[in-house]
């Protein structure tokens, strides 16, 4: 009997050591991070709206992944053949062809969102976010590949300009199921803003198949579902406009929060020492040029956030912050200090909410460190 | 009436207590350190994943983009786009990426290199760039 009571000593003994050890490992894992096996992310890239789209989905499982890829990338291909002013087949490309006949055309629910929320925009912004400006972006040919851009003839550019209308123009008819456009208005190209709608899309559309979390990144333009790694929230840094490959700081996004930027560093080029970008003043017709290098907004839709950061970009560093400040989004502004937006002297201007979530740092931070 | 727990019980515990914990230490430093560092570029054109590289070994790759080719080098553990046949050069204005999740599009001929690793989780690193 002894015996008995002995062994079976030693075999709990022996039991509890090894269910501390083991224990030790699980505890180990969930407090330092190092992941569930069974959750991963998938990420998949590809070419949308000329630039890439990338759809990370943290699951377990592939299939699910796969299909939300598939999803994403077909949502954001329909959106595109909307939008595209370059493509004749477009409804965009349609309604600029009918423009000034002054007759009542029915729009896509699409169309309808995405052209009320412009139009609202560019009344807040007392014109400075012009979705009329197709005929100049065209005349700068930043869009248009493979041409290179280059500085138009400053007649051609003052002519526009001065025989533009703008979007005073467009009339929403039916709570904005249809449109009327009058003779002088001009073309519609609402491809900037279009990018923010089409996250905004794509996130509705992987909540629609029950995925939990997911991040989409439309060139920089950004919507999340759920949490990231470890059930953090997903971590976003807003580029530096200098520096290649470092950041300003970093937003912990979460979902319903949507980011976008623009800057002057994405399409441009640079001759006689001076940068021509293709974020244009709808008063000039020409790149804004008041130290502006790049706009950041938080807001609750992409297109929102897509249209207010061009808004800002535009307006300058004061007017721009103090316009966020009274919508009461979140809005970074960084300027060249001293004028010069190729001198690398930078400064910010931030609203007073968005330095709650993220501090500047304008020497920049490694995206990737080593 | 013999004890239930002998010098030779305490030296089998601590042979079994030691194998265990050495056996779950391994696994808990196998799952924390064995995580190799950026070690090969894909490269994709379209839809098409066209090449992965070792990061290792120096390359050049001449890639067929929308508008024509683009030559991607790898050297010393680094990636840059060169000759790249578009109007605006961003993707050679971009220079070299040699860090996880960094990438180069060169976005006219629809092709981008991105550096991956053997890991599928980071959670140092960021999950995007607003740009």
Redesign the interface.
């Known amino acids: 009997m002894n015996v008995t009571a002995r062994w079976i000593t030693r075999l709990i003994l022996i039991l509890v050591l090894v269910l501390i050890a083991a224990g030790i490992r699980v505890l180990g894992k969930r407090f330092l991070h190092t992941g569930d096996r069974s959750v991963v992310s998938y990420v998949f890239d590809s070419f949308a709206m000329g630039t890439v789209l990338t759809v990370k989905v943290r699951t377990a499982d592939k299939t699910l992944a796969e299909k939300a890829a598939k999803l994403a990338s077909a949502e954001m291909h329909r959106i595109h053949k909307i939008f595209d002013p370059y493509d004749p087949e477009s409804e965009i490309s349609y309604l600029n062809r009918i423009r000034g006949s002054d007759s009542v055309i029915s729009v896509s629910p699409d169309m309808a969102r995405v052209l009320g929320e412009a139009l609202h925009i560019r009344k807040l912004s007392r014109g400075t976010f012009e979705p009329t400006l197709g005929e100049l972006i065209q005349l700068w040919g930043f869009n248009d590949q493979p041409r290179r851009p280059r500085i138009p003839d400053t007649l051609r550019i003052a002519a526009l300009v001065d025989s533009l209308s703008g979007a005073e123009g467009i009339e929403l008819i039916d709570e904005g199921i249809s449109v009327r456009i009058a003779p002088g208005t001009g073309a519609l190209d609402v491809g900037g803003i279009a990018k923010g709608y089409g996250v905004d899309r794509v996130v509705a559309v992987l909540a629609g198949i029950r995925i939990k979390n997911a991040l989409v990144n439309l060139g920089g333009e950004i919507g999340v579902l759920g949490v990231g790694s470890n059930g953090r929230s997903w971590r976003i840094g807003v580029q530096h406009p200098r520096k290649n490959s470092y950041h300003l700081g970093v937003i912990d996004q979460v979902e319903g929060m949507f980011v976008a930027t623009s800057g002057d560093y994405e399409r441009f080029f640079l001759e006689k020492g001076r940068r021509y970008h293709h974020i244009l003043d709808p008063t000039t017709g020409y790149p804004t040029s008041r130290g502006t290098v790049s706009a950041t907004v938080i807001a609750s839709s992409c297109l929102v956030a897509d249209a207010l950061a061009t808004s800002a970009f535009v307006m300058g560093p004061g007017e721009g912050i103090r316009f966020l400040d009274s919508l009461g989004v979140h809005g970074l502004v960084v300027y060249a200090a001293d004028g010069d937006t190729e001198s690398g002297n930078l400064a910010y201007s931030a609203t007073r909410n968005f330095l709650r979530i993220m501090e500047p740092d304008l020497d920049g931070l490694p995206i990737n460190p080593p | 009436?013999?004890k239930?727990?002998t010098f030779a019980?305490l030296l089998?515990?601590l042979a079994?207590?030691g194998s265990?914990?050495a056996?779950?230490?391994f696994?808990?430093w196998q799952?924390?350190f064995n995580q190799t560092g950026p070690t090969q570029v894909v490269i994709?054109a379209?839809?098409r994943i066209v090449a992965q590289l070792d990061l290792s070994q120096d390359t050049t790759l001449s890639v067929k983009g929308a508008?024509g080719d683009v030559t991607v080098v790898v050297s010393g553990g680094r990636v840059r786009f060169v000759n790249a046949?578009?109007?605006?050069k961003?993707c050679e204005?971009?220079?070299e990426?040699n860090?996880?999740?960094?990438?180069i599009?060169c976005?006219?001929n629809?092709v981008?290199a991105?550096i991956v690793d053997s890991t599928?989780?980071?959670?140092?690193?960021?999950?995007?760039?607003?740009?």
């Open positions: 009436m013999p239930l727990f019980d089998l515990l079994v207590g265990s914990f056996f779950y230490g696994r808990f799952d924390r994709q379209g839809k508008l046949h578009c109007p605006l961003i204005k971009t220079g990426i860090h996880k999740g960094e990438i599009v976005a006219p629809q981008l991105k599928s989780e980071d959670s140092g690193t960021l999950d995007g760039v607003s740009r």
